[in-house]
């Protein structure tokens, strides 16, 4: 008979090591990529930094870029919802109050209503 416990652990165990064998290809990967890298690196060595250093700007600048215009449009889509709201709002307030008028004026017509009673 089976040990009904064992079986989640086995799973664990099994994803565990499965995440140690990724990672372990992810560094093997890694490095034979610095080796390639500088084995046919075109440039001497300060080429190559500040070559590197100037496509980092870049891609910070980009990525700030990307980050404001998202906030932008973030914003802005915040704004138009707040406004349609507000007119909900004002929508809603003016059936109340028109509600409310509908209804004085009812009672004002009608022949046996007494307001004061």
Wanted: zero cysteines.
């Amino acid at each position: 008979m089976r040990d009904s416990s064992s079986k989640p652990d086995l799973i664990e165990t099994t994803r565990r090591n499965s995440y140690a064998l990724g990672l372990g290809y992810f560094f093997l990967g890694l490095g034979a990529g610095v080796v390639v890298g500088m084995l046919f690196a075109p440039r001497s060595g300060t080429e190559t930094r500040n070559y590197l250093q100037t496509k980092t700007r870049e891609g910070t600048d980009y990525l700030k870029k990307q980050g404001e215009d998202l906030l932008d449009g973030a914003t802005a889509t915040i704004e138009r919802g707040k406004q349609k709201l507000r007119n909900q709002v004002n929508n809603l307030s003016d059936a109340i109050d028109g509600g409310k008028q509908a209804y004085r004026e009812a009672v004002e017509t009608t022949p046996f209503a007494d307001p004061k009673t």
